[in-house]
């Protein structure tokens, strides 16, 4: 399973943007699909998650009513809806999926990491 990210940039305080994450490879296998985030000097940390079918979503609390994930598919695609962005959101973010049974905020529980993009939200 490989997986490809993408939509970061530079904004400005209260913008917003869309992130994609592009499955390719065997997604059969996966069931659950998530992003995490990395600030500088941070450690990895929890965005949000949701399932293929899309019954169970769950989000990290610094981004909660602000952002927003869902999954496609037909297209192969996780993308991550970001509003009312803030500087603290700043970060290297990542797209993850498992394979597990286990709805999880665990990172150590994802199987395929993407190569993560920037976001850096300006002040």
């Known amino acids: 399973v490989q997986l490809q990210a993408s939509g970061g940039g530079l904004v400005q305080a209260g913008a917003s943007l869309r992130l994609s994450c592009a499955f390719s490879g065997d997604t059969f296998k996966t069931r659950l699909v998530a992003w995490f985030r990395q600030a500088p000097g941070a450690g990895r940390e929890f965005v949000a998650y949701t399932t293929w079918s899309g019954s169970s979503t769950y989000y990290g609390d610094s981004v909660k009513g602000r952002f927003t994930i869902s999954a496609d598919n037909a297209k192969n695609t996780v993308d991550l809806q970001m509003n009312s962005l803030k500087p603290e959101d700043t970060a290297v973010y990542y797209c993850?999926?498992?394979?597990?049974?286990?709805?999880?905020?665990?990172?150590?529980?994802?199987?395929?990491w993407g190569q993560g993009t920037q976001v850096t939200v300006s002040s």
């Open positions: 993850a999926a498992s394979t597990g049974v286990i709805n999880t905020a665990v990172s150590s529980m994802y199987n395929y």
